[in-house]
């Protein structure tokens, strides 16, 4: 696991094109590079971190900050894992070690909404500290048409 380089962008292009349906699930696509070009944008207000296997990214985690004066050290938080990569404590490891980044960098909240459905997920952000903070009903529609509440989750780093 290390930070985000420059030179990274092409591979992370990869690592979104190959990712699986089931990964995506519970996402905003789409992930081309248009996206990505706009998440890394401005890295010196974010942290960026990439898990790395055989040369190939497994998984990109990113706090973006946010430079408006009222939210100044206010981050929102994305993890996505390659499906092979799922249930080894990957997730788990990359978030808790965004924190640390995220308090050198002088962050003072992180934030972040997963469906509430994703239980796995959740699990993973409540061993890293988050809490639930509140739900917001039928705010996520789904590849199959329905509509699914999600999890507003946060945690205070100072």
């Known amino acids: ?9 092409e591979r992370l292009v990869e690592f979104y ?5 089931e990964v995506l699930r519970w996402s905003l696509p789409p992930y081309g590079r248009q996206r990505i070009e706009t998440w890394l944008s401005n890295p010196g207000q974010h942290v960026i971190l990439l898990a790395q296997h055989e040369g190939k990214i497994i998984g990109h985690l990113q706090i973006v900050g946010n430079s408006s004066p009222r939210m100044v050290g206010i981050g929102e938080l994305i993890v996505y ?3 092979d ?4 404590g990957l997730g788990t490891t990359m978030v808790k070690r965004s924190l640390e980044f995220a308090r050198a960098q ?3 909240r992180i934030g972040l909404t997963v469906v509430a459905e994703n239980r796995k997920a959740i699990h ?3 061993k890293a500290g988050f809490k639930r903070e509140g739900n917001r009903s039928e705010s996520y529609r ?3 048409g329905r509509y699914y509440d999600a999890a507003e989750m946060g945690i205070v780093l100072s």
Do not use: I, K, T
């Open 124 to 126: 993973v952000y409540e």
């Open 106 to 108: 002088g962050f003072h």
């Open 1 to 9: 696991m290390r930070p985000y380089e420059l030179n990274d962008r």
């Open 142 to 144: 789904g590849a199959d």
């Open 17 to 21: 094109s190959n990712l699986s349906d």
């Open 81 to 83: 894992l390659h499906q």
């Open 85 to 88: 990569f799922l249930n080894v």
